[in-house]
């Protein structure tokens, strides 16, 4: 009896895919099929890919206090030295003006810086002084010191007989007015406004001590801040 050789018995192909139940190929990568790593999703918050979104230092809240810190003291330090300065602790005082007898020099409201001290003063500083008669703060213009004769003739300033020149005062308003002349005491100041119609200063009161004096005013701070004019100036 003759055996056949065994075969193996033929697969029937699947009629939808035409697969044999072999075992399937895997195609072999050529050129731009080689394997790639899957893109990592995007975060929906931040549109990253994987990279960590950007986050400010941990130095910078601490940077911003020390800031801040410091702008807290340098604002304490300013507000020291104003309350000092008003209240004449510093070698320079502010000092606000609040009358008109020194227009159009200087006006009501005006803030003036003085420098303390009793001199040296020269003709045509304006100056603050103790008031004479009732301790209060003045504001004047020395037109003499100690040895100078001084005197007002039709309006017109007389010093040691010669007239002084002062653009900024208007002689029609001192019409008729006529004043000494008399002689300045050593270390004394005559102050006269520059306001002078009906303003109280040394006609007054009399040639003023240096040792009276509060300092000499070097400029204004507001509103105008500067140098004041001279009393000189157009002459």
């Known amino acids: 009896m003759n055996r056949s050789s065994p075969t193996a018995a033929a697969v029937t192909a699947d009629p939808r895919t035409g697969d ?20 990592a999703p995007a975060d929906l918050r931040t549109g990253s890919r994987g990279r960590p979104a950007w986050r400010p230092r941990a130095w ?10 410091l702008g807290l003291w340098l604002t304490a330090a300013l507000a020291l030295l104003a309350v000092g300065s008003l209240a004449g602790l510093l070698p320079v005082q502010a000092m606000r003006v609040d009358s008109d007898s020194m227009t159009p020099t200087v006006t009501s409201g005006d803030l003036l810086l003085v420098r303390h001290g009793s001199g040296p003063v020269v003709r045509g500083d304006i100056v603050a002084v103790e008031h004479p008669l ?7 213009r020395a037109v003499g ?7 007002i ?5 007389v010093v040691n007989g010669s007239p002084v020149c002062e653009p900024a005062i ?10 000494g002349p008399v002689t300045v005491p050593p270390d004394a100041l005559f102050l006269l406004s520059d306001n002078r119609d009906g303003s109280v200063d040394s006609r007054a009161f009399g040639p003023v001590p ?12 507001w509103p105008h801040p500067g140098p004041l ?6 002459c």
């Open 210 to 221: 240096t040792s009276e004096m509060v300092g000499v005013v070097t400029g204004r701070v």
């Open 60 to 69: 910078r809240p601490r940077a911003w206090q020390r800031l801040r810190g």
């Open 20 to 39: 044999r139940g072999g075992a399937r190929q895997r195609p072999r990568p050529t050129g731009d099929d080689t394997p790639r790593a899957a893109a």
């Open 170 to 179: 208007d002689p029609l308003l001192l019409d008729g007015v006529w004043f």
């Open 229 to 234: 004019p001279s009393p000189s100036a157009g």
């Open 145 to 151: 010191v100690g040895g100078d004769q001084v005197g």
């Open 134 to 140: 009732d301790g209060g703060m003045l504001v004047k």
């Open 153 to 157: 003739e039709d309006g017109v300033l």
